[in-house]
């Protein structure tokens, strides 16, 4: 499953804005309906929760990854924004279940020991999968004369395809313990819910405009836009088992720590780009050491996993999938409206976003648990 997935969405990513500025002439105020209107299951994403009630997580999982792909393949023979919004909206029900569904599933067979390294290689497989769809774009889209059109209906085929097959051999999987299903907010849990928020603000920032800004500002063709994202995949391919190990090292707390501080600097320096007119070369180093940075992120999941009960984590992941994505159903329509005004300003308030998680970092503990969520926990202890 972690193979499958970038097949459809890193194409589906890699091809957009060329797609949408070259046949259906997207300026920012329509690409940043679209990925609002592509948030919109994601914030839903508590539903998944009831879903489960008739159907088993692994199922749900490969269902959703089969309706990504068949949503992601018709894309290229809808070049209007009607048609465009609609199949993105599919293929978005289908990406956020599937992640919904995997995320808890992953929290769930995994044993905590061994998580960060673990989530680090299936992170790295799913990087070498983008890098194989990326890496086959870019040797062929010009070799070959290639349309958008044969490109998104091949990737999404594929990814129908693994799903499928992993549908009909797969063994029907366990999981150890009995998941809650029903919507639950913990109040012990405020600081992963409020990392999340964060989280879900920055990242849709970097997807929407990062990208964008590299095909309106300096005129990326696809197969440049496409090396970028190549590069990006193989840094995150050799880096996520790193970072695995790093925060089996020294913890989630100074692993996040280092991201919000480097994000920081990164956004601040994208909003540079404007200021100063600095030239494409630090625009294409500041997208990779963006992506580099993100890849730091599921340190996120582990310190929730070390948290959380184990019969919360399926609805409390559901959960906390949808507050992440509260901010990024209303920021890319609204930013899309400054973007044609000042993008710069947009980055700045990346850079604030990234400040506020690095104050949320530092109540992440040193050795997180049920009972010590935070070091406010701790401090209280103290002084009982």
């Known amino acids: 499953m972690a193979f499958a997935m970038p097949m459809a969405f890193s194409v589906w990513t890699a091809l957009l804005n060329n797609f949408v500025i070259e046949m259906a002439g997207f300026t920012g105020v329509e690409i940043g309906w679209l990925h609002s209107i592509r948030e919109i299951p994601g914030l839903l994403a508590v539903g998944v929760i009831f879903v489960l009630l008739f159907v088993r997580e692994q199922l749900l999982a490969l269902l959703s990854l089969i309706l990504l792909g068949i949503a992601s393949g018709l894309t290229a023979f809808f070049p209007q924004f009607g048609g465009i919004i609609i199949l993105t909206f599919l293929a978005s029900i289908g990406f956020h279940y599937f992640e919904a569904a995997n995320q808890s599933l992953q929290l769930q067979w995994i044993d905590k020991k061994v998580a960060p390294q673990t989530l680090g290689w299936i992170s790295a497989v799913g990087s070498f999968s983008s890098l194989v769809a990326y890496g086959t774009l870019v040797v062929t889209w010009k070799a070959f004369n290639l349309s958008f059109g044969f490109v998104y209906l091949t990737s999404g085929a594929i990814t129908v395809l693994i799903a499928v097959l992993c549908l009909l051999f797969y063994p029907r999987f366990e999981t150890p313990r009995v998941q809650i299903n029903k919507v639950i907010i913990r109040k012990k849990y405020w600081l992963y819910y409020a990392l999340q928020v964060m989280s879900g603000a920055r990242r849709q920032i ?27 995949f193989i840094v995150s391919m050799l880096f996520a088992p790193i970072v695995g ?13 280092v991201e919000y501080v480097g994000l920081t600097i990164i956004f601040l320096a994208y909003a540079g780009i404007y200021y100063f007119d600095w030239t494409v070369t630090i625009g294409i180093i500041l997208f990779i050491a963006n992506h580099l940075f993100f890849s730091m992120s599921f340190a996120i999941k582990t310190y929730f996993q070390k948290i959380a009960e184990p019969y919360d984590i399926g609805s409390s992941v559901a959960v906390a999938f949808t507050i992440n994505h509260i901010p990024a159903v209303f920021l890319p329509a609204v930013l899309g409206y400054i973007w044609i005004v000042e993008p710069s300003g947009i980055f700045v308030m990346a850079a604030l976003m990234a400040l506020l998680s690095l104050i949320l970092a530092f109540f992440v503990p040193r050795n997180p648990e049920p009972g010590t969520e935070t070091i406010l926990n701790i401090r209280k202890r103290n002084r009982e």
């Open 206 to 232: 970097f997807l929407v405009f990062a990208a964008f800004m590299m095909v309106e500002k300096f005129s990326f063709q696809v197969h440049e836009v496409t090396i970028l994202f190549l590069l990006n």
């Open 245 to 257: 190990k790093a925060i089996n090292l020294f913890g989630e707390r100074w692993i996040l720590i």
